[in-house]
């Protein structure tokens, strides 16, 4: 559990309170991670394996220890991202990081049903925890009308929360700052039909 449960609804009742003056549909989602990064862990052995090996010629002539420094090193590396699968995250970049959180991002986007709303007026908030990332997707009608670099300004503050892992605030003061723009530019509508649940997704 990322977020306690007296958290998620303060979250959830900051989204209601949201959807009954704005016809948007906004959804909080948090994953611990976006991926799991099985296929990376597996590269950044190889190197470590490869660098361990070419020091270690500088002190030994010995092929058989040679290799059996290498099957060694590479059994302990594999083992320790095996069973610590967090900790290779320190050793890919964040570019590629957020690359892969921002493709499972636009996959849960799918995947919730977010893009198929009635009004596609639909907005995500994507938190991965692990890569420090966070994204805001919007649907169709959400982006005629209100540009990226008003979702990027508020990205930028939502960050610094999870960093701090104050992933609440953060979603919380996410949610305070865009509502009364999302009220002003989507006012709620008479047959205005709650379509996507309230509560905080866990992933």
Not at 142 to 165: G, L, P, S, T
Not at 166 to 176: C, N, Q, V
Request: glycine share 2%; proline share 0%.
């Amino acid at each position: 559990m990322y977020i306690n449960e007296n958290e998620k609804k303060l979250i959830s009742q900051e989204i209601e309170k949201l959807e009954k003056s704005s016809s948007v549909e906004l959804v909080a989602v948090i994953a611990k991670k976006s991926s799991f990064y099985k296929y990376e862990g597996l590269l950044v052995t190889v190197a470590f394996t490869t660098i361990i090996s070419f020091i270690s010629l500088f002190f030994t002539n010995n092929i058989n220890l040679f290799f059996q420094l290498q099957i060694l090193v590479f059994a302990l590396v594999f083992s320790l991202f095996y069973k610590f699968d967090d900790l290779c995250l320190n050793f890919i970049s964040k570019k590629y990081k957020h690359k892969k959180a921002s493709q499972k991002a636009k996959k849960e986007f799918e995947n919730l049903g977010i893009k198929n709303t009635q009004t596609r007026q639909g907005i995500m908030f994507y938190v991965s925890i692990e890569e420090k990332y966070v994204e805001i997707i919007t649907d169709e009608q959400i982006r005629k009308k209100i540009d990226n670099q008003y979702w990027q300004e508020i990205i930028n503050e939502f960050v610094k929360d999870v960093k701090a892992n104050e992933f609440s605030k953060g979603y919380l003061k996410a949610i305070t700052t865009c509502s009364d723009t999302l009220i002003k530019k989507f006012p709620i509508q008479k047959n205005d039909i709650n379509e996507l649940s309230n509560e905080v997704i866990e992933l």
